[in-house]
């Protein structure tokens, strides 16, 4: 007996010197950490991209790695799924693109392996208009299905007021329906008319991230129109719900500060795109893509930083950063673009994985930075 009175002595005595040191044996999140600062660089490198080979193409005696890009991550269980953006096997010649969604499975969100080694949602090649291409797609799982939605076109990928957003679904999260194979889910209101209607959707909408919130699905996406604040044309959020029978109406509902992201100052920033959402703390946090019309070479259109912000309601209110998470310049792969953030909390770490750029075709890749709560 005098042996257990000891060892309770010895384990009271040990908690509360570590109370009193500060130190805790909590699993609970310390999510006043989740800043912009908290963020670093898992490696130098991508942790997908052309050195990971996962296919080639081969167009006469021309072989050409894997291209990646859009990723967007989920975790069912212990394993994470990842759908990202590539150029499929079928590609016959180096002047047509018709990018493809494929799925990626890991058991650390580090090594990632295909799954299936063909895409999992490819363009109709019908003259529709998703004829063209299929590409950023965000999946969830919702009232036991998946939803992916994805940006599409019907012959260009460089004409941005062609895009649309698509939805598909699936019973397994590799076989999947579109729909929208008559007309798309989000389109622009008047993508044709050069005259400025101050509506936030008129010439673009694409670029969706999903997220399951209060029992329904949070849509957000990237919208190009134009806005009083910015005195110009602009590239906001926007917002549909789904209540797994109806979809809301379209709606802005987050634009950049302009005390942070000037629009009409230098670096002249168009605005938010790539959006991304996820629930931490029961709050909706959105990682997107800071966007300049022209970087100082006189290139436009360039995604510079990843940018965060967060919600209580998922709709107003937001709490933007006044910095920025990463920049193009922090490493060199991807010193020409940093673009389409996906965020998760597994346990007490924050997984951001991206896409970028070093201004080649061939150098387009996955990274990943982490934050520790």
């Known amino acids: 007996m005098r042996y257990l009175l000891i060892f309770f002595l010895v384990f009271v005595f040990s908690c509360a010197k570590e109370e009193e040191s500060g130190m805790t044996t909590s699993s609970t999140p310390d999510y006043s950490k989740l800043t912009a600062d908290c963020f670093s660089p898992y490696a130098t490198t991508p942790i997908i991209g052309p050195g990971n080979a996962f296919f080639t193409v081969d167009n006469g005696n021309d072989k050409r790695s894997s291209t990646w890009g859009d990723p967007h991550v989920l975790k069912i269980g212990s394993q994470f799924i990842m759908y990202a953006s590539s150029l499929p096997n079928d590609r016959t010649d180096d002047t047509i693109e018709h990018i493809a969604v494929y799925r990626l499975t890991s058991s650390n969100g580090i090594n990632w392996t295909l799954s299936p080694t063909t895409p999992v949602l490819e363009r109709t090649g019908a003259a529709t208009w998703d004829a063209d291409g299929v590409e950023t797609p965000s999946v969830v799982y919702y009232k036991n299905e998946y939803h992916m939605f994805y940006t599409s076109y019907p012959s260009d990928y460089s004409d941005s007021k062609t895009y649309r957003v698509g939805h598909a679904k699936s019973t397994d999260g590799i076989s999947w329906t579109r729909e929208t194979a008559v007309s798309p889910l989000i389109a622009p209101t008047d993508p044709n008319n050069a005259s400025i209607l101050l509506t936030f959707n ?151 994985w991206h896409g970028g750029n070093d201004g080649n075709l061939t150098g387009l890749g996955i990274g990943l930075i982490t934050c520790n709560l």
């Open 202 to 352: 008129q010439w673009v909408t694409a670029e969706p991230g999903a997220v399951v919130f209060n029992d329904k699905i949070y849509l957000y996406y990237a919208a190009t129109g134009s806005n009083l604040e910015a005195n110009s044309t602009a590239e906001v959020i926007g917002l549909i719900t789904y209540d797994g029978t109806t979809w809301s109406a379209q709606k802005e509902v987050m634009r950049p500060s302009q005390a942070v992201y000037p629009r009409l100052t230098s670096p002249y920033y168009k605005g938010f795109s790539t959006p991304a959402a996820t629930v931490i703390n029961n709050q909706v946090h959105l990682f997107t893509t800071a966007v300049i019309q022209k970087d100082d070479q006189g290139i436009g259109y360039k995604h510079t930083k990843i940018h965060h912000a967060y919600s209580v309601n998922g709709e107003d209110n937001w709490v933007q950063d006044t910095s920025a998470i990463t920049d193009i310049l922090d490493l060199s792969w991807h010193s020409f673009d940093i673009i389409s953030p996906t965020a998760l909390l597994d346990g007490k770490k924050v997984y951001l």
